[in-house]
């Protein structure tokens, strides 16, 4: 149809130049017809368009004038040049497109591998996320969320490495395979927080160690240069990971959570909105080793019917054209009673709504609605952890 609609500018041009006096040369105008084409066609349909807008514009200067005249060769010589410079920018444009499409498909595998959609139905809980990545072309940066069974519930974590976008990547990925394969081991939920803390610490302490040990053999060569020190050489050591971890038990008892530097979660109830802020929130990931730490547990009811919302700081900390943050509480009131995928659908839209479509920082959010008890609840491990009473 825009073809068709540029083979018609062409011939109305043409038609117009040719009736109109000799003092008046519309002939320069066909040059609009391969510049359109360029916009909603590939290389080779705009070389076919630009090709018909020259031999439109030699039979213009054939019936008006003489071929051989100054005018006209003029304006063949820079219908031919643009047109080939119009052609070549669509050339690599067009490379450009299939390397950003590469680029989005590693993207989506990354996001798949990585970044595991939760389920829609574990055990008692209805479960929904969404992640809006920071980086234009990622679709997964370094918040983190993850799901696990155990024997008697579901844990949750809900994690934020320090930065954002692609170069945190490596950190979401170490603490999700810790989280995935030590979930289900440790009965206690402050021994799997310890174990995730010194996972974590462990492998920045050798990014550490591989950092210093790059930054003296690039001393070591006679003609170092500044700007060839990766930008991210001088945060090794002093990265960390904010998190939540929530275990849900199945019979429910109360939710057993530990905030590590996390923002806190909202408990959204028909009564009203809590927000359970730890009273004794635990450092980040990756800083145990600075001090001794004791993680604290904190215990809340969760009925049939409560949703719980857990975010990372990339949602309270966006901000509008006026520099406002983003007022989650005061938004997520109104759609409180929706259901989990509904509630997010709402927050993402209005979120992006809010910082005119663009993040500057990862933004993740994940809600968890307890179901009324209705029977067994899904499949649960065979042997591993056996968690005690006080759950």
Not at 119 to 131: C, D, F, K, Q, T
Not at 185 to 205: F, K, M, Q, R
Not at 270 to 284: K, M, N, V, Y
Request: proline share 8%; aromatic share 4%; glycine share 8%.
């Amino acid at each position: 149809m825009l073809t068709a609609l540029t083979l018609a500018l062409i011939l109305l041009i043409t038609v117009i130049d040719i009736l109109s006096p000799p003092d008046i040369h519309l002939g320069p105008l066909l040059i609009v017809a391969p510049a359109l084409t360029a916009s909603f066609a590939g290389p080779r349909a705009t070389f076919w368009i630009a090709l018909i807008a020259l031999a439109a514009l030699t039979v213009i200067g054939s019936v008006r004038d003489s071929l051989t005249s100054a005018n006209i060769e003029t304006q063949l010589s820079a219908q031919v040049a643009v047109s080939t410079l119009i052609v070549g920018l669509r050339v690599l444009r067009e490379r450009h497109e299939r390397e950003l499409a590469r680029v989005r498909s590693v993207s989506e595998a990354a996001q798949r591998v990585l970044l595991r959609p939760l389920p829609e139905r574990i055990g008692p809980l209805h479960l929904a996320s969404v992640y809006l990545a920071a980086e234009a072309e990622a679709q997964v940066g370094g918040d983190l969320y993850a799901a696990a069974r155990t024997t008697t519930g579901t844990r949750l974590l809900v994690g934020d490495v320090r930065g954002k976008g692609l170069s945190s990547l490596g950190d979401a990925a170490l603490l999700l395979g810790a989280f995935r394969a030590a979930a289900h081991l440790h009965a206690e939920l402050p021994d799997l927080a310890a174990y995730l803390d010194g996972s974590v610490s462990w492998d920045l302490a050798q990014l550490a160690e591989q950092s210093r040990q790059d930054r003296q053999d690039r001393h070591a060569l006679p003609r170092a240069a500044p700007r060839d020190v990766p930008e991210e050489a001088g945060e090794v050591g002093e990265s960390f990971i904010t998190a939540v971890l929530l275990d849900i038990p199945d019979d429910g008892s109360p939710v057993r959570l530990i905030d590590c530097g996390h923002p806190p979660p909202l408990l959204l109830r028909p009564e009203g909105i809590t927000t359970l802020a730890a009273h004794r929130p635990a450092p980040p990931l990756g800083l145990g080793e600075l001090a001794p730490v004791r993680y604290e547990v904190e215990t809340f009811p969760f009925r049939p019917g409560d949703r719980l919302l857990i975010y990372t700081d990339g949602v309270i900390e966006a901000r509008d054209a006026q520099r406002r943050f983003y007022p989650l509480t005061e938004r997520v009131t109104a759609w409180a009673a929706d259901r989990p995928t509904v509630l997010l659908n709402r927050l993402r839209r209005d979120l992006l709504a809010h910082v005119g479509g663009r993040l500057d920082d990862d933004a993740a959010m994940v809600v968890v609605e307890r179901l009324p008890d209705d029977g067994p609840h899904g499949d649960r491990p065979a042997a591993g952890l056996r968690s005690p009473a006080g759950h």
